[in-house]
Nanobody, 129 residues
Framework: QVQLVESGGGLVQAGDSLTLSCGAS????????LGWFRQAPVKEREFVAA????????YYGGSVKGRFTIFRDNAKNTMYLQMNSLKPEDTAVYYC??????????????????????WGQGTQVTVSS
């Protein structure tokens, strides 16, 4: 069983940067596919970014591509989301998630919530205009 805990959320201004962390315990996640999702009030959950467990290939949702970067530090058993040029529409609760290790799937699976078996509790990011 993997436990995930997000941190690093907060209140920032438009144009600022913020880095979210997703720390894992219970298992080493170096070979786990990992992802970030977000959900704003009265909106559906949205895929943000993912990183594969095999070769650390990365995938991004269209609204964040070019502004956000996902990466992992296996030594710290932690995944990160570097967010630059933040916009008010990035305001949401951000969740990290992990899929079962050794999972080999096509790239389209990474944006699906049902691909992931383990989820964190979320961290709030608020971007003021």
């Amino acid at each position: 069983q993997v436990q995930l805990v997000e941190s690093g959320g907060g209140l920032v201004q438009a144009g600022d940067s913020l880095t979210l962390s997703c720390g894992a315990s219970g298992r080493t996640i170096s070979d786990y596919p990992l992802g970030w999702f977000r959900q704003a009030p009265v909106k559906e959950r949205e895929f943000v970014a993912a990183i594969s467990g095999s070769d650390s290939s990365t995938y991004y949702g269209g609204s964040v591509k070019g502004r956000f970067t996902i990466f992992r530090d296996n030594a710290k058993n932690t995944m990160y989301l570097q967010m630059n040029s933040l916009k008010p529409e990035d305001t949401a609760v951000y969740y990290c998630a992990a899929a079962f290790p050794g999972t080999v799937v096509g790239s389209s699976w990474y944006s699906r919530g049902d691909f992931y078996a383990f989820w964190g509790q979320g961290t709030q990011v608020t971007v003021s205009s």
